[in-house]
């Protein structure tokens, strides 16, 4: 008799686990929304109202400061080298965790998690005094003509620190769902491993790729911390978009910050609908292939 009730109990028991009350379940989404509200819908307001506060013509007048043209295209310059570079990462090392084992394994992984775990300001700071010209490698390279810090060399570097966990934590766990099933059948089949991987592996990969890279670009547009560090804030040279907008707002120049910020908020929400787009390919994907 018990064990023929069982299964009826383990239903009865995860319904009152997962159904709540009307009014708990009521209680949880106003909790919710209001968080979302106050911490997120109403600051991406005030910026596009602070924005506007003064007329569409002052709004476009910010684009056409020469400052502002310079931080926006060393934004777009970092991110178009940046991101392609952490593509490449990402595929290989997700490649070498998912489809071998050898020695190191974990550390490599724990390498990748790294910096999300260490301060941005402190990646920053790491590379000062490596590169930087009292660090270890500064004087040698500045006698060969070689300035990485306080140029855009050290931006890329230090956003490339910040950005390269995004692709390779997409495809890990991807990969390694997959297995190596697919890859063998080519190989058996005479494909070479080139080919193995542009028929079979990127196209099974190619949805969490995209992911990855937009997380990536995502942060490496609007990285602060460490970039500010490596910088030297010089006025048309080494200023990304986040840095000028702080350089506007400490001057007052209020409109024109909330301009500079409007922009890296309207990526952001550009970000937001092409990321929900994925997520929802992403996920079709992964339950396509659990199907089968």
Known sequence: MSDALAPAIRIAATRRVTEEAPLTRYLLIGVAVAFLGLFLLLPLAVVFTEALTKGAGAFFATFDEPDARAAIRLTLLVAAIVVPLNAVFG?????????????????????????FSVSPVVSGLVYVLVFGSQGLLGPTLSSHGIQIVFAIPGIVL????????FVARE?????QEQGTVEEEAALTLGASGFRTFLTVTLPNIKWGLLYGVLLANARAMGEFGAVSVVSGHIRGLTNTIPLQVEILYNEYNIVSAFALASLLAGLALVTLGIKTLLEWRYAGQIAGRRRH
């Open 91 to 115: 595929i290989c090392a997700a490649w070498a965790i998912s489809k071998f084992s050898f020695p190191g394994k974990s550390v490599l992984i724990t390498l990748i998690d790294l910096p």
């Open 158 to 165: 230090a956003t490339i620190f910040v950005t390269f966990p």
């Open 171 to 175: 495809l890990i766990p991807l990969m």
